[in-house]
């Protein structure tokens, strides 16, 4: 399958703070809050929205291209996608800024504070669906990145004829109610989790069931440990979670989410186990610290995922993977 990811590309800062960031906002001064917390270590990792959900494909057998700005610190973070199977030519190097840098805080329940730095991504609205269209594009991710580009991938999205997967998650906030419905209005795929579903209907002024039940759009609400809902076809699919083994960081989980999704959708699998293989991806991802911590193979994923649920050997048809890496 040829799928376009586009989105932010980013070193995480990854910190952790041993204790609940509850316990430390009091609600009668919500209005001029000044707060810091002294965290207990700290972890750097390569990281962005678009690059974990392409990091995961290539482990999953696909070979995504990955378009996006990043800075003259991208080298590295380069050599490591386009070894694993990632097609990096439509990114962008700017040479006179750094990368973007996405700082965190988790608590003890999992809870995060962050903040974002865009650098090299306040430029994405520069690059252009038409540089990548000479072949033949199955699906692109619109997933968060410099609001301008996001609105411009969509016209282009739809002006090439193109399917997209509309992802605007963190920048629900940020994109202008006009965009956000265009992005809505012509998507083939929803997705973001349950608390940005909320913020779509505050934002967009549609109702819970307008966003749900468009005809010609999927919609997928993550909730967390409780898995995902998936509402198309006329159908709604309850997809249960897979329980980690440990559990690390939560960085970058949705985005391999999204990655398992995309992988069973491009075999064929249908949406129960498109669902359920986003769910063993996204688990592979907790366990480990950062959005790209995690590997397998195919054959390794499988067999996960069976320890899970019953795929009744539909996943056969990816093992095919491996032996093209």
Not at 62 to 84: C, H, K, N, S, W
Not at 295 to 314: K, L, Q, S
């Amino acid at each position: 399958m040829s799928i376009i990811v586009t989105g932010s590309i980013a070193y995480d800062y990854l910190m952790r703070f041993p204790g609940r960031f509850t316990e430390h906002i009091l609600p009668d001064q919500l209005d001029h809050i000044s707060l810091s917390f002294l965290v207990d270590d700290m972890r750097r990792r390569r990281g962005g929205t678009a690059a974990n959900i392409a990091y995961t494909l290539a482990l999953l057998g696909e070979r995504p291209r990955l378009m996006a700005t990043v800075g003259q610190d991208f080298g590295e973070y380069r050599a490591a996608l386009e070894a694993i199977g990632v097609d990096t030519e439509l990114t962008s190097e700017q040479t006179d800024l750094f990368t973007a840098s996405f700082f965190v805080n988790t608590d003890l329940d999992g809870n995060q504070i962050a903040s974002f730095y865009a650098g090299a991504m306040a430029r994405a609205g520069a690059l252009s669906l038409h540089d990548g269209a000479g072949e033949s594009v199955d699906l692109v991710t619109i997933s968060p990145n410099a609001p301008d580009a996001m609105a411009k991938y969509v016209t282009e999205c739809q002006a090439l004829g193109i399917p997209y997967l509309y992802d605007p998650s963190q920048q629900t906030v940020r994109l202008v109610a006009e965009d956000l419905r265009d992005g809505l209005a012509h998507a083939s795929i929803l997705i973001c989790n349950e608390y940005e579903f909320g913020l779509l209907q505050e934002r967009t002024g549609l109702g819970p069931e307008a966003i749900r039940s468009a005809p010609a759009r999927a919609c997928i609400v993550t909730l967390g440990a409780e898995g995902s809902h998936i509402w198309a076809t006329g159908e709604l699919y309850q997809i249960p979670p897979a329980t980690p083994r440990c559990s690390d960081d939560p960085t970058g989980v949705g985005d391999a989410f999204r990655a398992g999704l995309i992988k069973g959708l491009a075999a064929g699998l249908g949406w129960e186990l498109a669902g359920r293989m986003g769910a063993v991806a996204a688990a592979c991802t907790l366990e480990v610290p950062g959005g790209q911590g995690h590997t397998f193979t195919v054959t390794e994923f499988v067999a996960r995922f069976r320890g899970y649920f019953d795929d009744g050997g539909a996943l056969n048809a990816l093992l095919g993977s491996d032996l093209a890496h």
